[in-house]
């Protein structure tokens, strides 16, 4: 990977960098043609409006919660967009409650109607998130769910919808991407390990993705946003990566111990266990320490909110 000094775009893949591409309203037109690639047959966005409403409810503490980036169509569609960089417990009910806590919003008190505009979540993912075993998602990146019946797959109308981007996955050379959507992978994958923007991909909406993702042409004030909240975000990543190498060591070694004390196989799975909570436990105060909100460090951490609470006690 590329110093942040020498890179030329950023990495997509970071926190930093989705919002600074896909969260800036400047950028709409790159947002629309991804947008456009990864939705279903049928269905294609021409305007957005940035959504800014914030969605209460979606934690155990009832706390207010802003999503990362929301985006309301000119027909009232919504497209809930984020990008996901960490293993996370029940990571896709967590994307059905917020999914449906939109749809839920556009009805009215008092509407009986239920003509409810459609609702889609589109989830970037740069960790495997799911079982992907199986041989038919040896080459599939792309996952879609949504209400169908059974027997039939009859979808009656469209509802809610969960769309994930499964880029860590996605391993193809770029000679080898046909489709626009490998495309699509390639460039968000790859991009921030780029100097320029590749043959394959010479296409205008590619060209205006990179543009969009230039450092060189942020504004003064967006440069060191962007730079300030890349050094946060690497501070986190270095405290929860540290952190778990301690919980790993700590929980094997202790897991040994006890098998070897016991006897018994169930002893250093217990061990190894206790070790990885005791480990997720100091990440939580790091992140607590650093300044992260309650909610951002459940994200982050294997732990429920009571557990993280407890520390604050």
Not at 102 to 116: C, E, Q, W
Not at 132 to 147: G, H, M, N, P, V
Request: include cysteine; charge should be negative.
């Amino acid at each position: 990977m590329k110093s942040q000094e020498k890179q030329r775009y950023v990495d997509i893949l970071s926190n930093s960098g989705f919002k600074a591409v896909f969260g800036d309203q400047d950028n709409k037109p790159v947002l629309i043609d991804f947008l456009n690639a990864v939705l279903p047959d049928g269905r294609r966005v021409k305007d957005l409006t940035y959504a800014t409403t914030e969605i209460e409810g979606l934690t155990q503490s009832n706390k207010s919660v802003k999503l990362d980036l929301r985006c309301e169509d000119e027909d009232g569609s919504s497209f809930i967009i984020e990008m996901q960089r960490y293993d996370q417990a029940n990571f896709f009910q967590r994307c059905v409650s917020y999914s449906s806590k939109v749809y839920d919003m556009k009805t009215s008190k008092g509407d009986d109607s239920y003509n409810i505009p459609p609702v889609y979540l589109i989830g970037i993912l740069a960790v495997d998130c799911f079982d992907r075993s199986k041989e038919l998602w040896k080459e599939w990146f792309i996952s879609d769910y949504t209400f169908r019946e059974k027997l039939t797959g009859e979808v009656v109308c469209d509802t809610i919808s969960l769309i994930f981007v499964e880029l860590k996955r996605f391993d193809k050379r770029l000679e080898d991407c046909t489709s626009i959507i490998d495309k699509w992978c390639y460039a968000l994958k790859y991009m921030s390990k780029l100097d320029s923007l590749p043959i394959g991909l010479r296409k205008s909406v590619f060209q205006r993705l990179f543009q969009a993702a230039e450092i060189a042409q942020f504004s003064p004030e967006k440069r060191e946003k962007y730079e300030h909240d890349m050094i946060t975000e690497r501070d986190e990543i270095n405290i929860r990566r540290t952190a778990e190498q301690k919980a790993r060591a700590e929980g094997v070694a202790e897991g040994m111990a006890k098998g070897k004390a016991e006897g018994r196989a169930e002893g250093r799975a217990e061990g190894r266990a206790e070790g990885r909570k005791e480990g997720m436990l100091e990440v939580a105060k790091s992140l607590l320490a650093s300044g992260m909100s309650l909610s951002d460090v459940t994200r982050h951490t294997s732990l429920s909110e009571a557990e993280i609470e407890a520390l604050l006690g």
